[in-house]
């Protein structure tokens, strides 16, 4: 608390009553500018960021759970226009019953009200059932989400989400009930007694129909495209370079007693011997110490100066980068590669001059086309600039994540600049969980009044960096095949139906000398004319929406040729498959027998 240099701490306050957060950031500001003026080697281009408690906490998690809300959405309006286009048909082949009870008096509105109640009770059917997967499900989720999605544990099937499923099945029984309840009562009387009710009902309900397959296979594409830019952002997520060898990586954190440990001397000694004893371990390849390590989200960031470099102008922002203060052996416990130079050993003593190891991130942003070894920079300690002799750069790593932007690295010594918190780094020959035991009994031998807490694998934090990308993209992806077979359900139906409504037609052209490739080619063609208008909606609406989708994808542009074909081509195979089998049935009828029952 003693180095104004010190910027990474949290500030939590609650306003007080009638003051707006935008006053609140203002006040925050002119204090701000005020600390930069007064104190300009510390202050100098810091501001504040005020930000509501509950947006820190579940900010993050938004896009997530919004991504995930829409492609729920998209589901169910895909399984209520499947379902539609199902009561549409039923609604059609119900001809002779309606026309009967018409003649018996009943009215038109009667009727309608008849068919919206069935289909409520579908709705409330089928909601009751979703409703136990649903309580099972989300169990099954809960334990499988990463836990960076704040109290996602604490999600359960409750009143409120009780509440919301009674009205959205409601609403769903009522919306899309309606459409068929309306053209299903619009028989005429005479014309259904007498033809049977085997005619088709009329061009209305076919155009509802087709219009419900087209929106199916629109929503469809959206979500395939969808799902294929997740997928393609995770690989390329899953495949960059973090600038460290993960495996058989082991580390826990130490945080020394002030009283015990408050003086430099102090503090190495102790670093060393752990250090000393953890290395003769057996099984261990290197170990190594550091304040600040990848992935973790404990970081030491802070302004730096360079050497024959002017100061920034007012205003704009200096040098700046992670400082991890480090132990000869950190380099190679986490795998962190050398380009050049070379790596701090026990030269770099507090006694010696001063050194520092830069990442090539940093080369490139402040030392562009020169060679650092040699040069100097300053970083800020114990209030005042300690100036060091750049002696190695080191492959830059991605600390705070794979989709966060590189940040330059500037590594001191642990040595000449010792610190109270660490982290042990060690990297073993076989699985490095079994060594926490040893790892803990050393500690205990040196000083049983400290110990190490934390313990983590590197494995394991790499796969939490990438935990809700990986989440995300198989719920979507879950959803996206889910939507898949809907549509082919609803193109499968469609025609099905419709060789069952023009069975007379094809007995005839089949009596007449029509081939059975003929058949099928009709049939789908009928399919594929419908996967076209589907197709093309959908990728309209997928280049719509692709400014949403942008926020979601990382390395991938949101219009991606490669992943658009993949979805058109896999939907094109999949409503081709779906339309086949009622063409062929349709091919192989026998005319006499069709046209004796017709």
């Known amino acids: 608390l003693e180095h104004r240099g010190s910027h990474n701490f949290w500030a939590i306050a609650r306003l007080k009553p009638g003051v707006s957060l935008e006053r609140a950031r203002a006040e925050m500001h002119t204090i701000a500018d005020r600390l930069a003026r007064t104190y300009p080697q510390t202050n100098r281009d810091f501001d504040v960021t005020v930000t509501p408690l509950q947006e820190h906490v579940a900010g993050a998690a938004r896009p997530l759970l919004l991504s995930l809300l829409g492609a729920v959405g998209f589901i169910l309006l895909l399984t209520c226009a499947n379902i539609a286009t199902l009561l549409l048909s039923r609604a059609e082949a119900r001809q002779r019953e309606v026309a009967m009870r018409q003649a018996l008096g009943a009215s038109r509105g009667r009727l309608i009200r008849q068919m919206l109640v069935e289909s409520l009770l579908l709705a409330f059917g089928g909601a009751a059932a979703g409703l136990g997967i649903a309580y099972a499900g989300t169990r099954v989720l809960v334990s499988l989400a990463p836990a960076t999605i704040p109290r996602l544990d604490q999600t359960s099937v409750d009143g409120p989400v009780l509440g919301f499923m009674a009205v959205i099945a409601t609403a769903v029984g009522l919306l899309f009930g309606l459409a068929p309840a309306v053209l299903g009562s619009s028989v005429q009387v005479t014309h259904a007694l007498r033809d049977g009710g085997t005619r088709v009902a009329g061009a209305a309900g076919r155009r509802v129909r087709h219009t419900l397959v087209v929106a199916q296979l629109a929503l469809a594409v959206m979500l395939l495209v969808g799902a294929g830019l997740l997928v393609r952002s995770f690989m390329h997520v899953a495949g960059l370079d973090l600038g460290i060898r993960a495996p058989h990586v082991l580390t826990a954190m130490i945080n020394l007693s002030p009283a015990r440990y408050g003086d430099a001397a102090r503090q190495i000694a102790f670093t060393d011997e752990v250090l000393r004893r953890v290395h003769a371990l057996p099984g261990v390849q290197s170990a190594g110490v550091s304040n600040s390590i990848p992935l973790t989200g404990i970081n030491d960031q802070g302004g730096f100066l360079v050497e024959g470099r002017p100061d920034p102008p007012p205003g704009t922002q200096g040098p700046h980068a992670n400082r991890p203060h480090v132990s000869p052996g950190y380099f190679a416990a986490l795998g962190i590669r050398l380009v050049s130079g070379r790596l701090f050993d026990e030269r770099d003593r507090q006694d010696t001059v001063p050194v520092a190891v830069v990442s090539d991130v940093a080369v490139r942003m402040y030392w562009s086309g020169q060679n650092p070894i ?225």
């Open 374 to 598: 040699g040069r100097r920079l300053a970083t800020w300690e114990d209030g005042g600039p300690v100036w060091r002799q750049i002696v190695g750069v080191v492959q830059g790593t991605r600390h705070f994540g794979p989709e966060a932007p590189q940040k330059a690295e500037i590594y001191v010594p642990v040595a000449q600049a010792p610190v109270p918190y660490m982290t042990l780094v060690v990297r073993t020959q076989g699985d490095p969980t079994a060594l926490i035991p040893a790892v803990r009994g050393q500690l205990a031998a040196i000083d049983p009044e400290q110990s190490a807490f934390g313990f983590e694998t590197m494995d394991d934090l790499v796969a939490k960096s990438t935990a809700r990308r990986q989440f995300q993209t198989a719920l979507v992806t879950m959803f996206a095949v889910l939507a898949l077979l809907l549509a082919a359900i609803g193109v499968y139906g469609v025609m099905g139906y419709m060789v069952a409504q023009r069975r007379r037609e094809i007995g005839v052209r089949l009596a007449l000398g029509a081939k059975p490739r003929d058949v099928v080619n009709m049939i789908l063609g009928n399919g594929l004319r419908l996967t076209l208008a589907g197709v093309v909606a959908g990728m309209a609406g997928a280049v719509a929406l692709s400014r949403v989708l942008a926020g979601f994808v990382y390395g991938v542009s949101p219009l991606d040729p490669a992943t658009y074909t993949a979805a058109i081509g896999l939907l094109a195979a999949v409503a081709a498959l779906s339309a086949y089998r009622p063409s062929r049935k349709a091919a192989a009828m026998d005319p006499l027998v069709v046209l004796r029952d017709e």
